[in-house]
């Protein structure tokens, strides 16, 4: 169904990523051992956090919360491609697409302020360690969650209200695993200048702020680290934070380069392949990231296995 004489869409069509036929089997489990590890590492993640006391940290607190938004992040997109590469079923419902959009973006912009919540948490530690425990309350570290999923969710529910109101009368194809909305917003039939501008608009507020913070704050921090007299200390540190720091470049480069840089080709790959940087990778990485390479954490799970071994 390429074409429909109604006056608007009932369902798109999902061209999914440029891959040959013949390589969908390997791809389909590569991508689904992905999901797999990024669901079961962030669950384990969640576990070990719920279940050590000594992990009831500020640290800690976002970092359930940013595990738990990246597996719902990539629940968003990934079983849909992985179903559609099986089946080779590519259509999803008008509804269905909006609703994708909608978390999609809300998701995304969760895990945007959680970084960057994460990053401050990390700056009052190392930069001002003496006040650590009166700024990092309780009462501060709930807020900024709360904060953090509203702002997410209203930014979310503005672009979707934009998005709605738009007229797709034309072609349902969709050269995209998911219904992204910038690929939605060239397919329109109707003016988009109005959702083109509040792009811009929001991304400044959930996309280039936070990034801006985050990258002020690891700056203060490797000054900090730099004046560490221990030379084994400064490497371990550096180690750690840069290991942060390109996870959060790999994010959120390749949304700023997207979404504020969109191709100007309609049926470019690259978008497609680039996607899957930040709803794939960039959530698996990240048990790696802050769970193995962490002292704490991998000492939490050997006493659970230790306790559960000895039970």
């Known amino acids: 169904m390429g074409r429909e004489n109604q006056s608007h869409l009932s369902e798109f069509l999902l061209l999914g990523l440029p891959i040959r036929p013949e390589q969908q ?3 389909f489990a590569l991508f689904l051992g992905m999901y797999l590890t990024t669901v079961l590492g962030n669950l384990l993640i969640l576990l070990v956090i719920r279940l050590d006391p000594r992990l009831h940290t500020p640290m800690y607190f976002f970092l359930s919360h940013l595990a738990f938004t990246d597996i719902t992040f990539s ?32 998701l995304g912009c969760l895990d945007s302020f959680l970084l960057t919540s994460m990053a401050y948490d990390r700056y009052v530690a190392i930069c001002h360690p003496l006040r650590y425990i009166t700024v990092m ?21 503005l672009h979707t209200l934009l998005l709605a109101r738009l007229s797709f009368c034309g072609d349902n194809l969709l050269p995209h695993f998911f ?35 985050i990258l002020v704050s690891y700056a203060c921090i490797g000054a900090t680290i730099l004046r560490v007299p221990s030379t084994k200390g400064l490497y371990k540190a550096l180690s750690t934070r840069g290991s942060h720091l390109s996870v959060v470049a790999l994010y959120y480069g390749t949304i700023i380069g997207l979404y504020f840089f969109p191709s100007s080709n ?40 230790s306790r559960g071994t000895f039970s």
């Not at 997109?77 to 809300?106: D, E, H, R, W």
């Not at 996607?275 to 659970?304: E, H, Q, V």
């Open 25 to 27: 089997g390997v791809f």
């Open 75 to 106: 629940s968003v997109t990934t079983p849909k491609m992985l179903t559609n590469m099986q089946t080779q079923s590519q259509s999803i419902s008008y509804a269905g697409c909006i609703s994708q959009v909608y978390f999609f973006l809300m």
């Open 137 to 157: 309350s309780q009462s501060l570290c709930l807020l900024l969650v709360i904060v953090s999923w509203i702002l997410s969710s209203g930014s979310a529910i």
């Open 266 to 305: 309609y049926s470019n790959n690259k978008d497609v392949i680039v996607a899957i940087l930040y709803t794939l990778i960039t959530p698996m990485l990240n048990p790696f990231i802050y769970s193995l390479r962490n002292k704490d954490m991998k000492g939490a799970l050997g006493n659970i296995l």
């Open 179 to 213: 219904c992204d909305l910038a690929t939605l917003l060239k397919l329109s039939t109707s003016d988009t200048t109005v959702n083109e501008l509040f792009i811009l608009t929001v991304g400044v507020v959930v996309i280039s702020l936070p990034f801006a913070c």
